[in-house]
């Protein structure tokens, strides 16, 4: 660990980063897998398609958050991110032909994502008296 502060200071990376909750970078990941996973039926998940989710997780970044160090999006944002990963991670599976249930072609892959996720809702029970 060390050597790896070394190299880095000596490198001119002296920004701190805020890598709390770093879970929030797993969990969008997470989630955004196992939606393009049973939304599209994927074969087999590649190398391809973890880079493919972590090049979105980082793209979904601002400029002034970055410029803070903060490395992940806000978990308010989870939701979101989710459906942007799912649909990264949908078209890297697509150009490897790998997609069983492709999303229909006139819908947007990310739409089509946040569409396709479960959203809890629940009846009001009212008591009876």
């Not at 797993?26 to 393009?36: E, N, P, Q």
Request: charge should be negative.
């Amino acid at each position: 660990m060390e050597r790896l502060l070394d190299k880095g200071q000596s490198a001119g990376l002296d920004r701190r980063c805020l890598g709390m909750n770093a879970h929030r970078s797993f969990t969008s990941f997470c989630k955004g897998m196992g939606l393009a996973v049973s939304t599209c039926g994927l074969r087999r998940v590649t190398d391809e398609m973890f880079h493919a989710s972590a090049v979105k997780i980082a793209s979904l970044m601002n400029d002034k958050d970055v410029s803070k160090g903060i490395l992940f999006p806000p978990l308010a944002q989870l939701r979101d991110v989710s459906a942007h990963v799912a649909a990264a991670i949908v078209e890297e599976a697509m150009k490897q032909d790998l997609v069983r249930d492709p999303p229909p072609p006139d819908e947007d892959i990310v739409d089509f994502m946040a569409t396709s996720m479960w959203t809890p809702s629940y009846d009001v029970l009212v008591p009876v008296h």
